[in-house]
């Protein structure tokens, strides 16, 4: 079974600073890989995804996320955050087409 | 609203009672899906269904677990004789197509509903 692994489980970064979120799943074959974001007391939402082409994805809101094949990696980047960016962000791998495996999450807490 | 709603949000409830949630979908989304989070943890995969049949199911649904989607709309979670154990978030999505299918498989979440078993 495919499993995604978060590295970092809490983040605390002040504002204007460089944001990457380290992700990496266990699949060798065809991936679909996702980032989802929870903001404080709202529901998950897609942030980005990938699933083929080029491999640096962009998403709303300024992210982004690069996926290395070699790497087994989808690193979501943001150069500049801010205050709003303040959530829990969870990776995701789409397993057999049918449902998504998530990673356990990394909380960003962003310093005004 | 047009997104995906649960309902109760929070349910508090003693030990070896019976609990039932329940969820509305997007009404064009043919794909429904719960998941179960605990603190700390991602959202864990629990079961899926296509219109209304429910085509898989994890091993973390246990037999005291078990979802219906009648007529291919709502959805109900139900769960026996409940445990400690089965504390946490119970969250709820639907999809228009395949997780797999670039346009048409994002996945829309609702706000979940909380579980605290006493």
């Known amino acids: 079974a495919q499993s995604v692994s978060q590295h970092n489980h809490h983040v605390i970064l002040s504002e204007a600073a460089s944001l990457e979120l380290g992700c990496n799943y266990s699949?060798?074959?065809?991936?679909?890989l996702f980032w989802y974001v929870q903001y404080p007391g709202q529901h998950l939402q897609l942030l980005l995804k990938?699933?083929?082409?080029?491999?640096l994805v962009k998403g709303i809101k300024g992210f982004e996320a690069e996926f290395i094949k070699s790497k087994f990696s989808f690193n979501l980047r943001k150069p500049s955050v801010q205050w709003s960016d303040t959530a829990e962000y969870f990776c995701a791998v789409n397993q057999y087409g049918n449902k998504l495996v998530f990673g356990a999450g990394t909380i960003l807490r962003v310093k005004s | 609203d047009t997104g995906v709603s649960q309902d109760p949000r929070h349910k508090i409830t003693k030990r070896g009672q019976n609990v039932t949630f329940r969820c509305d979908p997007i009404?064009?989304?043919?794909?429904l899906y719960w998941y179960r989070q605990t603190l700390g943890q991602g959202p864990e995969f629990l079961t899926y269904?296509?219109?209304?049949?429910?085509?898989?199911k994890s091993r973390l649904l246990s037999d005291r677990f078990s979802a219906e989607r009648p007529k291919g709309s709502f959805s109900t979670l139900e769960i026996q004789r409940t445990e400690q154990g089965d504390s946490a978030m119970y969250l709820c999505?639907?999809?228009?197509?395949?997780?797999?299918?670039?346009?048409?498989?994002?996945?829309?979440f609702g706000e979940g509903s909380r579980l605290t078993v006493l």
């Open positions: 990938y699933f083929s082409g080029d491999p």
């Open positions: 699949y060798g074959g065809t991936v679909n």
């Open positions: 999505a639907s999809s228009l197509g395949r997780t797999g299918d670039l346009n048409t498989g994002e996945l829309f």
């Open positions: 009404s064009e989304h043919n794909r």
């Open positions: 269904f296509q219109n209304e049949a429910q085509l898989e």
